[in-house]
Antibody
Framework: QVQLVQSGAEVKKPGASVKVSCKASGYQFITYHINWVRQAPGQGLEWVGWINPNGGDTGYGQKFQGRVTMTTDVSISTAYMEMTSLTSEDTAVYYC????????WGQGTLVTVSS | DIQMTQSPSSLSASVGDRVTITCRASQDIRNELAWYQQKPGRAPNRLIYAASSLLSGVPSRFSGSGSGTEFTLTISSLQPEDFATYFCLQHNTYPTTFGQGTRLDNK
């Protein structure tokens, strides 16, 4: 079955960077975009950006421009999201989600930013 | 950006009740809207796509309707496993935007 499996929880200090991975299985990786979405504790969902594994085109949310980089390694069907200059406001669960129709979702990766 | 206004933000109901949740889009999104259920500590689970199409395996007590700017999710007869948070998502235009969620709890 189609599945996205993300890397484990991270704890980072303010100003640090984090890189979250998302391994896809059950479908041909290059045929669907990967979106990244985050959910801060007790808050709603926020779109971070997308990447097209077929060529590497990306699109980032305006508030994340210059601070987020999305990449893929098609040889291992894995997408990555790296975010730099972390602050406490970046504490959230980060999800990777397949395709334009947002299904399925990875299990989520909790990123905690704390001094 | 397209704003998605979801209401109510919370709802108390009992098993067997009929429940309706609404999402309004700030501009026409055709039928490019999905509804999700999310339980604590879990990833969202898609229930409805294209505003009104039920995913395979989702109970028929769930239904969606609407197009353009106004959309509804209805649960015809609440079951114990339905107490969760529900949200809408529009994928007509990037950035993808989300309703703020409706927390449905047991009265």
């Amino acid at each position: 079955q189609v599945q996205l499996v993300q890397s484990g929880a991270e704890v980072k200090k303010p100003g640090a960077s984090v890189k979250v991975s998302c391994k896809a299985s059950g479908y041909q990786f290059i045929t669907y975009h990967i979106n990244w979405v985050r959910q801060a504790p007790g808050q709603g969902l926020e779109w971070v950006g997308w990447i097209n594994p077929n060529g590497g085109d990306t699109g980032y949310g305006q508030k994340f421009q210059g601070r987020v980089t999305m990449t893929t390694d098609v040889s291992i069907s894995t997408a990555y999201m790296e975010m730099t200059s972390l602050t406490s406001e970046d504490t959230a669960v980060y999800y990777c989600v397949r395709g334009r129709y947002y299904d399925p979702w990875g299990q989520g990766t909790l990123v905690t930013v704390s001094s | 950006d397209i704003q998605m206004t979801q209401s109510p933000s919370s709802l108390s109901a009992s098993v067997g009740d009929r429940v309706t949740i609404t999402c309004r889009a700030s501009q026409d999104i055709r039928n490019e809207l999905a509804w999700y259920q999310q339980k604590p500590g879990r990833a969202p689970n898609r229930l409805i796509y294209a505003a009104s199409s039920l995913l395979s395996g989702v109970p028929s007590r769930f239904s969606g309707s609407g197009s353009g700017t106004e959309f509804t999710l209805t649960i015809s007869s609440l079951q114990p496993e339905d107490f969760a948070t529900y949200f809408c998502l529009q994928h007509n235009t990037y950035p993808t935007t989300f309703g703020q969620g409706t927390r449905l709890d047991n009265k």
